[in-house]
Every structure is written in C-alpha cells, then in structure tokens.
C-alpha cells in the first residue's frame, strides 16, 4: 500500500470510531457537541492516530487493540488546536481549510469544546484494552506526562513567552518539543503499549517519536512560509507577524532543511530494533513527513 492509501485507510478507521465514541450534535446540550464535530471532523490527515496505530503493529498488536487510543489522541490533538487558535493565543481565523471554531460558535463555546474533548480523550483511552504489560491507568498516565505542564502545556507557554524574544536554538527546540514532539511521542507509545511492548521497543519509539516530532516542527515552520492557505489550511506568515522564533528565521531555509533531513535519518536508525517488514510502514511515514507540502 502507497503511502497517501495508508493514510486515508487509516483516518477513515479512526473518524468512523470516533462517530461512534463522541456524543452525537442532536444529543444535549447540542451547542456544544456541534462545536466538538465541527472540530474533529473538519479533515486532516490524522497523522497522530495513524503513527498510534503503525506502532501498535510495529510491536506485534493488532489495530483494533489501539483504536481508542488512536481516538483519544486526535481527541486532545484537537482541543489543542481550538485553543491554539483563540484570541488570546495565536488568533486564527482558519484551520483546516475552513474558520476556525471560536468564529464559528464564539470564544467561550470554541474554549468548552476544547475542554470536552480533552475530557473526552481520557475517557476513550480508559476503554484501551489491558493486556499483560499495561493497563488503563498506564495509558492515562502516560497521556497525561506527555502533555502536562511538563511538555505540551509547558511548551506552549515557552512559545507564548518567547514572542517578541531573540531565542537561542536551544531555547526554539525545547518549545518544538513541547509543542509537538511530545504529542507524537505520546502517539508511538501508546500504541506500543496497547500492542503489549517489550521495553527495548518503546525506548526505540520514543526515540523514533522524538526526533519525528522535531523535524515534523521544522517542516511547519518552513512551510509557513514558503506556502499557500489553499494548500496548507491555515493561515502563513503568522509567525513573522508576532515576532515569532522559527526554524528558518534563525538558522536559515538550508539549515533548517538539512535538520530535518538529520533528524528524519536518527528517527530512521530507531527503528533498527525491529524486523524489516514490522517497521515498513513507520519508515514510510516518516519519509512522507519530511516531503510533505501541507
């Protein structure tokens, strides 16, 4: 299978659990759930719920037994996009190709549905299948670590307090890894988790996850400027607006490029710990990421 089959496969798999999981608009208060579908199933390439899934496999399990999980990352992935977006954030008018959820419904229901579906993403991983290594409370903690304060949470908050700031890349890379690598290293172990992981396998995924999540940044801040909002769904150029660090602001388009091509071989090397055909598809992504227009 190409890879753009794999992931639509994959993001037809989980939208239609997710129909399933989440309240449906006609059931009270309906506000508030259409805010939530609005959200979630505005497109995307699910990329967060497929890597769930490709681990899962990665390690022997089957996608079923991680399915939730899948579910409940795109879940939280998308209560941080509403926020992201709000006023008091970084005030987007689009996303995904369409408004952005507080245009549509208002500032406190786009804040509620956020709140719902961070609520709701636990809830889904609490229905992860134990098995002989992990149960719910492990997948719930690890969820919770990866984006706390310590990490996702955490690094927006660097990215607030770097705005208007000459940054180090140092300081640039610890907020690319809250805001966005831990999210995807969340990704790759639960879905080892869920397929039952020797130790050895979620070192190497996290790992693997790790430099992923970073050059998966770079590559967002190269195209928020060299692209199109047709072809990227979102606003560009919005970081040079705020005064913003990125990538090709402070260390060049050839620099920033040559990192993430580095940081796509190290997720590569990774993955050495498992059979060829196991990590087949995780390799594909992860050359996919680093080519990717959108």
Excluded: W
Excluded at 134 to 158: C, K, N
Excluded at 213 to 220: N, R, S
């Amino acid at each position: 299978m190409d890879i753009k089959s794999l992931i639509k496969e994959s993001a037809a798999k989980v939208e239609a659990r997710l129909n399933e999981l989440l309240p449906g608009e006609d059931i009270a208060p309906s506000t508030i759930h259409k805010a939530m579908r609005y959200s979630i199933f505005a497109g995307g390439k699910r990329i967060r719920p497929l890597l769930c899934l490709e681990a899962a496999k990665a390690c022997g399990g089957s996608e079923e037994a991680a399915l939730n999980a899948a579910c409940a990352l795109e879940a939280l992935h998308t209560y941080t996009l509403i926020h992201d977006d709000l006023p008091c954030m970084d005030n987007d008018d689009l996303r995904r190709g369409r408004p952005t959820n507080h245009k549509v419904f208002g500032e406190g229901i786009a804040v509620l549905a956020g709140d719902a579906l961070l609520t709701e993403a636990f809830a889904m991983l609490a229905r992860v299948p134990a098995n002989d290594r992990y149960d719910a409370g492990d997948y719930v903690a690890e969820l919770a670590y990866r984006t706390g304060s310590l990490h996702l949470v955490g690094g927006q908050v660097l990215d607030l307090e770097g705005e208007g700031r000459e940054l180090t890349v140092d300081e640039l890379r610890a907020i690319h890894h809250g805001k966005t690598s831990a999210l995807i290293i969340a990704s790759v172990r639960l879905g080892g988790m869920a397929a039952g992981c020797t130790h050895e396998q979620l070192e190497a995924l996290t790992e693997y996850g790790r430099c992923l999540g970073l050059a998966f940044q770079i590559i967002d801040d190269i195209l928020d400027v060299t692209s199109t909002p047709e072809v990227l769904g979102k606003s560009i150029g919005k970081d040079a607006k705020v005064h913003k660090a990125t990538y090709p602001a402070l260390v060049g388009m050839d620099n920033a490029r040559a990192e993430a091509r580095e940081l796509t071989a190290a997720a590569r090397a990774a993955l050495d710990v498992f059979s060829d055909r196991r990590r087949e598809n995780l390799l594909a992504i992860n050359d996919y990421l680093l080519k990717r227009d959108y």
